[in-house]
């Protein structure tokens, strides 16, 4: 039973460029979300896709932007990168209302330089 | 809004016990989860208390009072490979973190 996937594992930008993160959930998982994680903090909630749409937003500008594909895979655009975006983003998956638990991804570790 | 706290360090024993605490402020969620992850990796499922009371599983053991906005994560039988941060997390059909609490266990 594959669990969420990832990709890249890592990423070096510069500042300014634009960046597509790509997350796959686990079977039978319809439901994704994004979430980044600086160093030493807990992870900040993005947004939430579900049935192709965004669901739920967190408090991140524009520049962050998702799509959800047919198969329920999942992409994050960030645009304009900023030296603050520099993160591990991850993704999680799960059925809606999360009651049946969230399944995490390995992450992206993004450095912006 | 919701304020979750969390201590942000704690360091322990090999062997022994230890508790983790997660105080929180939210109108209102579906349940509690606590994470554990290791540095640089993914966090993985610990446990879920969705009622009040405790949930033990194996070594781990976690308790949620909700009139009280008071959780915690007991861990028994302390090993190195226990050492790691313990995230608590409110679901309200996404998930509010705490910062974590970096736990080090010493032989």
């Known amino acids: 039973d594959a669990g969420v996937t990832q990709s890249p594992t890592h990423l070096i930008k510069t500042r300014g460029q634009q960046v597509t993160l790509r997350c796959s959930p686990k079977s039978g998982h319809d439901t994704v979300s994004w979430y980044q994680q600086a160093l030493g903090q807990g992870p900040q909630f993005i947004f939430q896709?579900?049935?192709?749409?965004?669901?739920q937003r967190g408090n991140f500008p524009d520049r962050f932007s998702g799509h959800q594909f047919p198969n329920y895979s999942s992409e994050l655009n960030v645009n304009a990168l900023l030296l603050g975006d520099s993160a591990l983003y991850l993704c999680a998956s799960s059925l809606p209302g999360g009651n049946y638990g969230y399944t995490f991804g390995s992450g992206t570790r993004l450095t912006v330089v | 809004g919701q304020n979750i706290d969390q201590p942000t360090e704690m360091t322990a024993t090999e062997g022994a016990i230890v508790q983790i605490n997660c105080t929180y402020q939210t109108s209102g969620f579906n349940g509690l989860f606590w994470y554990q992850q290791h540095a640089g990796e993914a966090p993985t499922f610990l446990s879920y208390?969705?009622?009040?009371g405790l949930e033990e599983k194996g070594r781990f053991s976690s308790f949620l009072s909700r009139s009280k906005g008071y959780s915690y994560l007991l861990l028994k039988e302390l090993q190195m490979k226990d050492s790691a941060s313990y995230l608590c997390a409110l679901n309200t059909d996404k998930l509010i973190f705490g910062t974590g609490t970096r736990l080090q266990v010493f032989p």
């Open positions: 896709y579900y049935e192709e749409e965004e669901r």
């Open positions: 208390n969705v009622l009040d």
